[in-house]
């Protein structure tokens, strides 16, 4: 049966390579669902013969140290190795379908090859030879595995405004996974980082709609590419929905959104991305307006499944249908528990520690719980995703096929993805590029560890072994000494460590500081925080060098906005470096020097005050200024969309094809940029539309559309944008996406033009 399935997906895919685009043709989605139905009836054939147990167990998901010899199995003191009667325990008594995770350690691709190998060899053993599916955190690259190739994280990518350069980095991201043998990524995260506070805020896109959902179509493009090629992933969209958001800011705390607001700010990315394809997702572990997802048959049927029309697999975060009963307190018990959560629309349980999940289901169903269509619509979709990979017939894919894992070329595309993020915020008389013969203090808690450069999730959660894992990598003060006359004195270490004497005095001898600060890595709770402020003997450090009367430059790598308006005036140059990865100090040396000319732009507002947050497509009663009476407090450091350049960019000839247009219409916008500068550069153009009226109560201004070019000196080039009904709709007071007469402005580059619905 295999060997047919096989072949039937060969020729499907010569089918659709072949074809000639045409109008009257079958559309890609059109001929996708050609090829699915084949599957679906492989699938109920495989289906009707699976015993509940058996169906069960694909539903069951369980982490890797289930698996491995010892207790403490996340312990990197301890060796790694599976444990064969326990393998035999998940895959034969309990017929587990999926295993998640890193031995606390990172593997070599090889070790990651056995390690899957033996999963697959038993599965291939057991009656039905279902192959199971590995899943793991790749968000920035293949993260757990020695040698791969790490990239920047989210924030970073959002940063560049460079979807085609972040389509390319998750292509390659899932490579490297599958060259690690593992054909599912969870990523992209789709939440919008609109609360600075929350500990993974550099996990996401950023905190506007359209940049998330544009970027994580791309991110989810790259992943899967043309499913079933052995070189690509299933991609997992996830939270869904509404998990970045937490009012306390704190990681899985309660959430507080209104319907239309999940609606117009949390919904379009995932609707997005499961039209661009994307075959897995995951829940959110939160609770919103009191509903934990987990158990919101609303979420999880009515909207995933009813209006986004999602037919892949929804598993669950990790332990969260326990959460329900433990945290959450809405079932009694945990069976009370699996129940809920398997009838409100969960797929496959994230379990993942033990197999009671499996042991509770099977009960459920025979007591007439759950019913068997919840089960076999749930283990349809398992099948039908292990099928589209390819697993049935090559159910693990061999290092020895990946030459390009780790190469140069990927390192060389990691590097430019760093360029393109960092984001130059503030060059006081053009203080930057420096010349080389300057020399230069290298100082800060974050300028000679490869820790602040990647963040969590790097080698193993929480990014701490990164030093280890990447010693061969440069860190910032490396980069710096290998290019340029360069001192390196720490000031002030994360853990309260203090040479501040001795960076004072280093930096009398020097011409210039480069300023490292701002956070180590960390993410999910251990990341939480109860203030947002630069610690205080980052400020300290800032202060004493200011006193020297030498330039700073000051870099920040965080994983959120640290706040430090108190130092902001003291320093001269400002680099905001999010968490650029292995090679972020490489890139940083080129920008600092300017063998490259920066071009990120900031993906989020940069709070200037600690109890003042707003988002910048704000409401215009954020912004109440009477003079001598009241303001209130939309007062940035710096904006969403800011970034500088060594070179300068003028805008002109904004032109439209129209001013009016109805529901059915559209308008061209088109504009010049002209590099007015005398270096090359990169430019993001970004439009902004206003809704200058309207019933439910407009955003000041949002982006729905950007575009980066790259222009030489004296170049100009035209940019095109078209606005649609979508680039001017909100979601009204009755819940619908709607787009009401009247007029909007648009904005390009500080050119304004006003347009009509009609
Ligand atoms: C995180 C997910 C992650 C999962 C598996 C959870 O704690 O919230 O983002 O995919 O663990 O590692």
Redesign the pocket.
């Known amino acids: 049966m295999m060997r047919i399935l096989h072949i039937i997906l060969l020729s499907l895919i010569v089918v659709s390579c072949n074809s000639e685009p045409n109008k009257n043709e079958q559309s890609p989605t059109t001929k996708e669902s050609t090829m699915n139905s084949e599957i679906d009836q492989k699938v109920a054939t495989l289906l009707s013969e699976m015993t509940l147990e058996e169906k069960v167990g694909q539903m069951t998901q369980i982490t890797l140290d289930v698996v491995t010899k010892g207790d403490n199995q996340y312990s990197s003191s301890q060796p790694y190795s599976l444990d064969s009667a326990l393998v035999h325990k998940a895959i034969h008594s309990y017929k587990v379908g999926s295993i998640?995770?890193t031995p606390g350690v990172p593997l070599s691709k090889e070790d990651w090859y056995k390690t899957i190998k033996i999963f697959q060899d038993e599965a291939a053993k057991t009656p039905r030879q279902i192959p199971i599916i590995y899943?793991?955190?790749a968000i920035h690259g293949v993260n757990y595995t020695i040698g791969a190739t790490l990239f920047p994280q989210q924030i970073g990518l959002a940063a560049t405004f460079n979807k085609s350069l972040v389509k390319e980095v998750a292509k390659v991201s899932a490579y490297e996974t599958r060259a690690s043998s593992i054909p599912w990524n969870?990523s992209p995260?789709l939440g919008l980082g609109r609360n600075p506070l929350w500990p993974?805020l550099w996990?996401t896109f950023g905190e506007d709609v359209y940049l998330g959902k544009t970027m994580g179509v791309a991110m989810v493009e790259g992943y899967q590419g043309t499913l079933g090629d052995p070189n690509t992933v299933a991609s997992?969209m996830?939270?869904y929905l509404g998990y970045s958001v937490p009012l306390s800011g704190k990681d899985r705390t309660p959430a507080w959104i209104p319907e239309r607001e999940l609606r117009q700010y949390f919904l379009p990315a995932f609707k997005e991305a499961v039209d661009a394809g994307s075959i897995t997702l995951?829940i959110n572990?939160g609770e919103i307006n009191g509903v934990p997802v987990h158990a919101s048959s609303f979420l999880l049927t009515d909207v995933l499944r009813g209006e986004l029309g999602f037919e892949g697999i929804a598993v669950t975060?990790?332990a969260d249908i326990n959460y329900l009963h433990t945290r959450h307190k809405v079932a009694e018990t945990i069976k009370d528990a699996i129940k809920m959560s398997v009838n409100a629309g969960i797929d496959m349980s994230?379990v993942p520690h033990d197999f009671e999940f499996a042991e509770l289901l099977v009960e459920l169903v025979k007591e007439g719980s759950v019913s068997n269509e919840r089960i076999d619509s749930a283990v349809s979709r398992i099948l039908k995703v292990k099928m589209q990979l390819g697993l049935f017939e090559n159910p693990v894919t061999d290092p020895k096929n990946y030459p390009d894992f780790g190469s140069d070329k990927f390192a060389a595309l990691s590097k430019k993805a760093a360029i393109e993020s960092f984001t130059l915020l503030k060059n006081k008389n053009n203080i930057l590029p420096l010349s080389e013969g300057i020399k230069i203090l290298v100082t800060g808690p974050t300028a000679n560890s490869m820790r602040p450069l990647n963040g969590g999730w790097s080698y193993n959660?929480q990014g701490s072994e990164a030093d280890n894992y990447a010693d061969d990598k440069n860190t910032i003060a490396d980069a710096f000494s290998k290019k340029v006359n360069t001192t390196f004195v720490q000031g002030v270490t994360f853990e309260g460590g203090n040479t501040i004497e001795a960076a004072v005095k280093a930096a009398a001898k020097s011409d210039v500081v480069l300023l490292c600060l701002g956070e180590n890595s960390y993410t999910?709770t251990p990341g939480n925080t109860n203030s947002i402020i630069m610690p205080d003997n980052q400020i300290e450090l800032a202060k004493a060098l200011s006193e020297t009367g030498k330039k700073i430059i000051l870099v920040l790598l965080e994983g959120r906005p640290i706040i430090f308006n108190e130092i902001e005036p003291l320093v001269d140059a400002v680099f905001m470096g999010y968490l650029p990865g292995n090679y972020g100090a490489d890139a940083l040396a080129d920008l600092v020097y300017g063998v490259e000319n920066p071009s990120g732009r900031l993906p989020i507002n940069y709070p200037k005050h600690p109890h003042a947050f707003v988002n910048y497509n704000h409401k215009h009663s954020d912004n109440i200024v009477v003079p001598n009476y009241y303001e209130s407090d939309y007062d940035q450091q710096y904006e969403f969309g800011d970034g500088l350049s060594y070179t300068t960019f003028e805008y002109s000839d904004l032109s439209l094809n129209a001013i009016e247009m109805s529901e059915d219409e559209s308008i061209e916008v088109s504009v010049k940029i002209t590099n007015t500068g005398n270096r090359k550069g990169k430019e993001s153009v970004l439009l902004f539309i206003s809704d200058l009226y309207a019933s439910i109560t407009p955003e000041v201004r949002a982006l729905k559309g950007y575009e980066k070019i790259e222009l030489d000196a004296a170049e100009s080039e035209i940019v095109h944008f078209t606005i649609t009904k979508d680039e001017l709709s909100f979601v009204n007071e009755n819940l619908k996406t709607t787009a009401e007469p009247g007029d909007f402005e648009i904005n390009v580059g500080g050119l304004k033009k006003k347009i009509k619905l009609k």
Do not use: A, P, T, Y
Request: hydrophobic share 40%; charged share 30%; aromatic share 16%.
């Open positions: 998640l995770n899943g793991i955190d969870f995260v993974r996990e997992c996830k939270h995951m572990s975060d990790w994230m959660w999910e």
